[in-house]
């Protein structure tokens, strides 16, 4: 299983933009970055484009990120990044925590967008409160 902390370190590795700025669309290439490495970790290799085409509301706050109160919360985009990232490789490939990435949930949870939204935020926001004056960081 997937640790989220090195999902981070790999988004901020390869993007940026991710430590600055958290438009819809950096959103949505760190949550094809996120989608990329956890196939990588898994012996798929896809391109940041084909998922981006084949994926088009991830890392978005609701499906076509209508929560416009929320859009500027970093934990909450980081949230939706790691969320939708971690929910369709499981989705659609069978791997890793899936929707449930905080922790190793039992099978039947991990295909439910429903589950760990509270465990999430509250990753998240450990995540921007803790690791702000770290290098690498992506909040």
């Not at 950096?26 to 084949?54: H, M, P, W």
């Not at 909450?76 to 190793?104: E, M, P, S």
Request: glycine content about 6%; aromatic content about 16%; proline content about 4%.
């Amino acid at each position: 299983m997937t640790d989220p902390k090195n999902v981070i370190k790999y988004i901020t590795k390869n993007f940026t933009v991710a430590n600055s700025v958290f438009d819809v669309h950096s959103r949505e290439v760190c949550s094809a970055l996120a989608y990329q490495f956890l196939l990588r970790e898994n012996g798929v290799t896809k391109s940041v484009d084909d998922i981006l085409a084949d994926e088009p509301y991830i890392g978005l706050l609701g499906q076509k990120d209508e929560f416009e109160a929320f859009h500027n919360i970093r934990f909450l985009q980081l949230h939706a990044i790691l969320h939708d990232a971690y929910g369709r490789v499981h989705t659609k490939y069978g791997f890793d925590r899936g929707y449930t990435y905080c922790f190793d949930a039992p099978l039947c949870l991990r295909d439910s967008p429903f589950c760990d939204h509270l465990a999430g935020f509250w990753f998240c926001m450990h995540h921007k409160l803790f690791k702000m004056n770290q290098p690498n960081k992506i909040y």
